[in-house]
Each structure stands twice: as C-alpha cells, then as structure tokens.
T-cell receptor
Framework: AQSVSQHNHHVILSEAASLELGCNYS??????LFWYVQYPGQHLQLLLK??????LVKGIKGFEAEFIKSKFSFNLRKPSVQWSDTAEYFC???????????FGKGNQVVVIP | DVKVTQSSRYLVKRTGEKVFLECVQD?????MFWYRQDPGLGLRLIYF???????EKGDIPEGYSVSREKKERFSLILESASTNQTSMYLC????????????FGPGTRLTVL
C-alpha cells in the first residue's frame, strides 16, 4: 500500500516568512499528486495538483509545488505567507488510473501577524 | 461550482444506535468517497463508490457500511455506533479520471456518547 509522509505536523511562522512543507510518497509507479488546504471552519479544497508536464506547478494564493521524481517528493512552497494562510495542509497521492487517494497526516500551519 | 452537501454538520448519538450520514453531489460525478478525519491522523478512506450500487472498501471499513442507490447520493451507515467512531466525517466526489480533483463536503462532526 502506498503511504504519504508529511513532517513537522505543527508549523508556526510570522507573516512574510517563507513556507516549505515536505511531502514524500512510497509508491514507485506513475502517480498523481495533490495538495489540499483546510482553512479554519471551511471544507477541504484543492490548492494545486500535478500529473504530467512541468514538474513545478503553481496553485491558488501564490502557492507552488515541485515534483522531484527521484526523491519521491512533492514539496509545497510559498515565498511570503500571510495571516490568512493559517490552515491545515494535506498532501495526497493516487496511482495513475486509480481514484483512491492516500493522504498524509497534514501540516497545521499558524501564521502570526 | 461543484457542490457536495452533507445532511448534518453536527450529530450526537448514543452507543449502539444506528447512524446514517447522507451525502449529495450535484456534478454527476461517478466517484464518491467517505473519509474520517482525526487530529494527527489526516484523512482515512472508509469506503468509496465508483458507480451506482458499486462500492469498494477503503482502509478502515470495519464498523461501517455504505449505500449508493442513486448516482448523486452516497450514504454512510454505522450499524451500531461506538465511542471510537466519534470523529469528523467527510464526503467527497470526483469524475472518472484519476487526475480529477476530489470535491469535499463541509463534514459531519459525529459524537457518540
């Protein structure tokens, strides 16, 4: 079974700091990769996804993620965070052709104004 | 906009009760999913359905069953609720391709006393 690892479950940083959240997966075949975000009191929504092409993908709200196949990683980045980026972030992976998503345990990010 | 709705935001039940959680999507999606979300554990797949009357067990199906009689509706059933089923339950739907985004409902916070 594939698994998804997210480290540093709790992250606290100040506004304007840079954010990088790591995501590693264990499956060796062709995969689709997703980052979802859950803002306080809101439902889970897609930040960005990768399935082919340029390994650097850009999502909403200034987020980007880079797929590094050799490292089985799909790290999320934002150069300068805002207070409104306070949320829980989930990495998710599925095998190409299989709709079942495996989620990581999430990163709780708190941005201090 | 895709809309996934869940029948209740909050639910309190007693141990041993039969519990029904309902989910409806309005995008004619083939796939529907039930997850539970617990702090520090991320999202774990309980069941999913890829077509009407079709279902597949997820990672934690024990103590749960599902029903999909119509394409737009996917129900999660707790035959005899137990305290360890106290959790946030999330429903999601997606189209056929595995690259498709999963769209989530607002969640049902179930407390079993």
């Amino acid at each position: 079974a594939q698994s998804v690892s997210q480290h540093n479950h709790h992250v606290i940083l100040s506004e304007a700091a840079s954010l990088e959240l790591g995501c590693n997966y264990s499956y060796g075949g062709t995969v689709n990769l997703f980052w979802y975000v859950q803002y306080p009191g809101q439902h889970l929504q897609l930040l960005l996804k990768y399935f082919s092409g340029d390994p650097l993908v850009k999502g909403i709200k200034g987020f980007e993620a880079e797929f590094i196949k050799s490292k089985f990683s799909f790290n999320l980045r934002k150069p300068s965070v805002q207070w409104s980026d306070t949320a829980e972030y989930f990495c998710a992976v599925n095998r190409r052709g299989n709709n079942r998503l495996a989620f990581g345990k999430g990163n709780q990010v708190v941005v201090i104004p | 906009d895709v809309k996934v709705t869940q029948s209740s935001r909050y639910l309190v039940k007693r141990t041993g009760e039969k519990v029904f959680l309902e989910c409806v999507q309005d995008m004619d999606h083939e796939n529907m999913f039930w997850y539970r979300q617990d702090p520090g554990l991320g999202l774990r797949l309980i069941y999913f359905s890829y077509d009407v009357k079709m279902k597949e067990k997820g990672d934690i199906p024990e103590g749960y069953s599902v029903s999909r009689e119509k394409k737009e509706r996917f129900s999660l059933i707790l035959e005899s609720a137990s305290t360890n089923q106290t959790s946030m339950y999330l429903c999601a739907s997606s189209g056929t391709p595995s690259t498709d985004t999963q769209y989530f409902g607002p969640g049902t916070r179930l407390t079993v006393l």
